[in-house]
């Protein structure tokens, strides 16, 4: 891998592109070129970069030629597409999608977890769920403690998770309540506007949600732990930015608070909030790229367990900067 690679975003236009540009710069990562994707409708966009202006070029089957890394925030469906196109020219491709996440062949990173789980042979690399992300933080420091028995989780998901069209969906719905105006509902099932959504992309026959099943397969994925006891119930919040999960972990023997604390506040990529009263929030997670934890305490139902509260930015840690990181560590580890 060149140490200054040509780096390409697809997607460079959506609410992950633009966060995976503000992070290249902000983390001053070394490349020697900065290529932009998107649809044919963002072709022709200029965006700045820095001292930069990039204009944007359409994804299209020739656009990695001569491209050393490629981050994807398309679409499951472009980057079934269009990865193997990346692969074929010669590019290390870190999807955002869900598309590669599960395959077995392809690992699934978050680099404070499971840095040792990528290879030099790698050319894909799949990003987590970005509820699945900053669970994992949480669970890996608490697994290396004591064995995890039972984990529960509920996820309070804010609408960016969705899109750009989302946001603007809970602005108007917003401001049409106060109008005393008809809301207009397009992409969500139920209204969002003053109202939680207990349902994230489409049921399975299990009732569970797809959004549900990616949080508990996944986190067996990057945990190493194919048989942890893990159920998620994922809610979408009318939040604009920030998603904050419960967490349950019931544990197989005793594990005092000193020690779990002093582990949280040391590790890397969390921030820890260690007074009960002063805690995380949607608010003060927004803009920042650590996960926030606090609330942690004793689930007194149980001789083993715990409750705790995390919340991170979706956009950021979530998504774009663990793809950002992913790529500082192939540069670190290969370069």
């Given at each position: 891998?060149?140490?200054?690679?040509?780096?390409?975003?697809?997607?460079?236009?959506?609410?992950?592109?633009?966060?995976?540009?503000?992070?290249?710069?902000?983390?001053?990562?070394?490349?020697?070129?900065?290529?932009?994707?998107?649809?044919?409708?963002?072709?022709?966009?200029?965006?700045?970069?820095?001292?930069?202006?990039?204009?944007?070029?359409?994804?299209?089957?020739?656009?990695?030629?001569?491209?050393?890394?490629?981050?994807?925030?398309?679409?499951?469906?472009?980057?079934?597409?269009?990865?193997?196109?990346?692969?074929?020219?010669?590019?290390?491709?870190?999807?955002?999608?869900?598309?590669?996440?599960?395959?077995?062949?392809?690992?699934?990173?978050?680099?404070?977890?499971?840095?040792?789980?990528?290879?030099?042979?790698?050319?894909?690399?799949?990003?987590?769920?970005?509820?699945?992300?900053?669970?994992?933080?949480?669970?890996?420091?608490?697994?290396?403690?004591?064995?995890?028995?039972?984990?529960?989780?509920?996820?309070?998901?804010?609408?960016?998770?969705?899109?750009?069209?989302?946001?603007?969906?809970?602005?108007?719905?917003?401001?049409?309540?106060?109008?005393?105006?008809?809301?207009?509902?397009?992409?969500?099932?139920?209204?969002?506007?003053?109202?939680?959504?207990?349902?994230?992309?489409?049921?399975?026959?299990?009732?569970?949600?797809?959004?549900?099943?990616?949080?508990?397969?996944?986190?067996?994925?990057?945990?190493?732990?194919?048989?942890?006891?893990?159920?998620?119930?994922?809610?979408?919040?009318?939040?604009?930015?920030?998603?904050?999960?419960?967490?349950?972990?019931?544990?197989?023997?005793?594990?005092?608070?000193?020690?779990?604390?002093?582990?949280?506040?040391?590790?890397?990529?969390?921030?820890?909030?260690?007074?009960?009263?002063?805690?995380?929030?949607?608010?003060?997670?927004?803009?920042?790229?650590?996960?926030?934890v606090g609330r942690v305490r004793r689930d007194l139902s149980v001789p083993h367990?715990?409750?705790?509260?995390?919340?991170?930015?979706?956009?950021?840690?979530?998504?774009?900067?663990?793809?950002?990181?992913?790529?500082?560590?192939?540069?670190?580890?290969?370069?």
């Open positions: 891998m060149n140490p200054e690679p040509v780096v390409g975003i697809a997607g460079a236009t959506g609410l992950v592109g633009r966060e995976m540009i503000s992070l290249l710069l902000q983390r001053e990562f070394p490349h020697s070129e900065l290529r932009l994707f998107a649809s044919a409708d963002s072709q022709g966009e200029v965006i700045e970069a820095g001292s930069e202006e990039i204009t944007v070029e359409e994804l299209g089957d020739e656009s990695f030629n001569g491209v050393d890394i490629v981050l994807f925030a398309t679409s499951a469906a472009l980057s079934e597409k269009f990865v193997p196109l990346a692969s074929d020219a010669g590019a290390v491709s870190i999807d955002n999608s869900s598309h590669f996440r599960m395959h077995k062949d392809v690992p699934l990173i978050v680099p404070e977890v499971n840095a040792h789980a990528l290879k030099s042979s790698d050319k894909v690399v799949a990003n987590p769920n970005c509820s699945t992300v900053e669970l994992v933080l949480l669970l890996d420091v608490i697994q290396k403690l004591s064995p995890m028995k039972r984990v529960v989780v509920t996820t309070f998901q804010s609408v960016s998770g969705a899109g750009q069209d989302a946001l603007d969906e809970l602005w108007n719905q917003t401001l049409a309540i106060f109008n005393q105006q008809d809301l207009i509902q397009k992409n969500f099932p139920q209204q969002i506007a003053f109202n939680c959504i207990p349902q994230i992309d489409t049921f399975l026959e299990s009732g569970y949600t797809k959004e549900e099943q990616k949080i508990v397969n996944e986190s067996r994925k990057i945990l190493g732990l194919p048989k942890l006891s893990i159920t998620a119930t994922a809610v979408r919040v009318p939040v604009f930015h920030s998603h904050a999960e419960s967490v349950n972990v019931e544990l197989e023997r005793e594990l005092p608070l000193e020690t779990l604390n002093s582990a949280l506040a040391s590790a890397p990529g969390i921030e820890f909030f260690p007074a009960f009263d002063i805690y995380p929030m949607q608010m003060t997670a927004a803009g920042g790229d650590s996960v926030q367990g715990l409750d705790v509260w995390i919340v991170s930015d979706n956009l950021r840690k979530g998504a774009a900067l663990n793809a950002v990181q992913i790529a500082e560590l192939y540069l670190k580890k290969f370069a």
